[in-house]
Structure formats: C-alpha cells, structure tokens
C-alpha cells in the first residue's frame, strides 16, 4: 500500500508554502531496529532527515516500507516548522501539558479539601445504610 498521489502532492505544496527547499534537506537511510522482525533489521528503511537552515533533526521509522518512512519524516518536518513559525500551540503541545497537568502532584491544601469531601460522601452514604436491630 504506497502513499497516494495526491498525498504527495499536497505535501510537496505544504513544504513549498512554508518554503522549505528540496535540496536543503539532508537525507539519509539507515538501519533500521526494533519490531518487524528480520526485513527491518537487515535494510536501510529509516529516514534520517536534516533541515539544514532551522537544524532540525528528524529520524522516522513508522513503517517498513522506505517511501512511507520517507513521506512520515518529511511530515514531521513541516509539523515543526510550522510549530516554530506559529507562536500559537500545537495540538500535539497542548495535549502534552494537559497529560502533565493531569499527573502533578496536588498541593497540600488541595489534598485536604478532596479528603474532606470524601469524609463528607462517606458519612451521607453511612447514613443511607439499613438499620442494625438487635431483635434476637
């Protein structure tokens, strides 16, 4: 399955209008590591890609296939560009902090409001359950 015409054709204007030039791209092919077994330890499937103005460095090994590879590579290029040039945040920024958002650590103060109004939850749904009789 390659990458269709139009695909290409549309990346190749995107590159154009954030006016990165074909031959300011160095581009190499290496070896390849990781799952896929022995077709991607033995050939040269992944891109190593260079913007030599902005020194952005990208190395994509997304598939077995080098044309993939090649086209994923020269995408990310333009992601990152376009990130720089752009001072408003990326989707793929704003997802990273929101995730690092969600994982730091409360502060005390916030820690003890959320304990208390679990104390609270706990004692209304004490209250709900049935009464113990000691008819015996």
Same mark, same amino acid.
């Given at each position: 399955?390659?990458i269709s +015409?139009?695909?290409?054709?549309?990346?190749k204007?995107r590159m154009?209008?954030?006016?990165?030039?074909?031959?300011? +791209?160095?581009?190499k092919f290496?070896?390849?590591?990781?799952?896929?077994?022995?077709?991607v330890?033995k050939?040269n499937?992944c891109v190593?890609?260079k913007h030599?103005?902005?020194?952005?460095?990208i190395?994509?090994q997304?598939?077995?296939?080098?044309?993939?590879n090649?086209y994923?590579?020269?995408?990310?290029?333009?992601d990152?560009?376009?990130?720089?040039t752009?001072?408003?945040?990326s989707?793929k920024k704003m997802a990273?902090?929101?995730?690092r958002?969600?994982?730091?650590?409360?502060?005390?103060?916030?820690k003890e409001?959320m304990?208390d109004e679990?104390?609270?939850?706990?004692?209304?749904k004490?209250?709900?359950?049935?009464i113990?009789s000691?008819?015996?």
């Open positions: 399955m390659n +015409l139009e695909k290409q054709n549309l990346l204007k154009k209008d954030l006016q990165i030039d074909p031959d300011d +791209l160095i581009e290496i070896l390849g590591s990781g799952k896929g077994g022995q077709k330890n050939t499937s190593y890609l030599t103005p902005t020194g952005i460095e190395k994509c997304k598939d077995r296939s080098r044309e993939k090649r994923f590579a020269r995408k990310e290029l333009c990152r560009i376009e990130e720089r752009t001072e408003a945040k989707k990273i902090e929101k995730i958002r969600q994982k730091r650590k409360r502060s005390k103060r916030a409001k304990l679990k104390k609270k939850h706990s004692s209304t004490n209250l709900r359950k049935p113990k000691n008819d015996n």
